[in-house]
């Protein structure tokens, strides 16, 4: 699973749609509401975003970290893997065949 966040639910939902149709994502879940605060440019910032969970395989991975900077409007685009060491098989099984 990969974690990133885009600056609005509409955007959001593109990229998502984006990266089902190329089989890099089974599925991604985009959740309005979220506020990020960072520093950029030596300045800290507060934006509200959304958050979008993608859920890959290891298999298509190196593919979505070539794709997904050119779908996103950010510069720094955040593409966090975090490591799915188990689950439900059927889920599992599904997961893998849309991808």
Not at 21 to 33: D, H, N, S, W, Y
Not at 55 to 76: A, G, I, S
Not at 80 to 86: E, L
Request: charged share 20%.
């Amino acid at each position: 699973m990969a974690i990133s966040t885009a600056p609005s639910i509409d955007v959001g939902r593109g990229i998502v749609k984006d990266l089902v149709e190329r089989r890099l994502i089974a599925c991604g879940t985009v959740i309005p509401g979220a506020v990020s605060v960072y520093r950029w440019n030596g300045a800290i910032e507060e934006t509200s975003e959304a958050l979008l969970l993608l859920k890959t395989t290891v298999e298509r991975w190196q593919d979505l970290t070539e794709v997904f900077p050119t779908l996103h409007p950010y510069d720094v685009p955040e593409l966090i893997v975090i490591p799915i060491a188990g689950g439900h098989k059927p889920y599992l099984d599904w997961l893998s065949a849309e991808t």
